[in-house]
């Protein structure tokens, strides 16, 4: 399956095959936060906190799953809509699953659509598989963004430590060559950005870095240009 990713504050929806030959071709959309201990509760039954759709009907197998999402919320929205296809008003275009249709199959025709839909498209998601014997190639005229990669293996969150989180934002606050803004030229006391190139001390507030990166009249921009070195980056 390849390496193992690290993912910190991760918030992923995930997509499971049932192998158990009883129920064979179920399919269970859910949302965590550690991939690796939810597959382990489905598998253990309810008592262990599986969802009770998946409880004494496995082994399951979590196949694939989607993550990157900036927040608890924007997943769970997420994993409705997948649900939850024909009552979601961005899905409503999605045809209904046909008769000879598997399921699996039809979830990942479900997935291929909102991937390309807004607000999905915008986000800086990343599509795994954790089960190569599953995988399937989304169909040409259904391709995720250029942004979203396409990633093979396990992964394993892991929490941000909030000492590490303050480390970081004193770091930042510590470093600046200049208490001024470089976009509005007002003073900058509170939390700030730099770019990320070694060789640019670019001084920003947040608020006004994300006015710049949306000037090309995106509500949630996917990159931007560092102002000042012209360097870009993915956001997210």
Sequence with gaps: MG?????????????????????????????????????????KGKQYGGAWRTSNKGPWSMVMIIHGFPNDIAALRFEWAWQ??????????????????????????????????????????????????????????????????ICFGPVVSKKLQKNTQELKENTINCDNISNYCNICFKPNHGKNLKCLSINCNLNSHIICLSKYFAGNGDYVPIEGKCPKCDK?????
């Design 3 to 43: 390496d193992v990713d690290t993912v910190e504050n991760f918030f992923g929806v995930y997509l499971l095959y049932c192998l158990n030959p009883k129920y064979k071709g179920r399919t269970y959309i859910g949302y965590t936060v550690d991939p690796n201990r939810r597959i382990k509760q489905h598998n």
């Design 84 to 149: 939850h296809p024909h009552v979601s008003r961005r899905l409503q275009h999605v045809a209904k699953k046909k008769t000879k249709e598997k399921t699996y199959d039809f979830c990942l025709r479900v997935l291929s659509e909102m991937l390309t839909v807004g607000p999905w498209c915008r986000l800086p998601l990343t599509v795994r598989w954790l089960n190569r014997e599953f995988v399937r190639d989304f169909p040409v005229q259904k391709l995720p963004p250029m942004h979203m990669p």
């Design 232 to 236: 870009a980056y993915l956001v997210g």
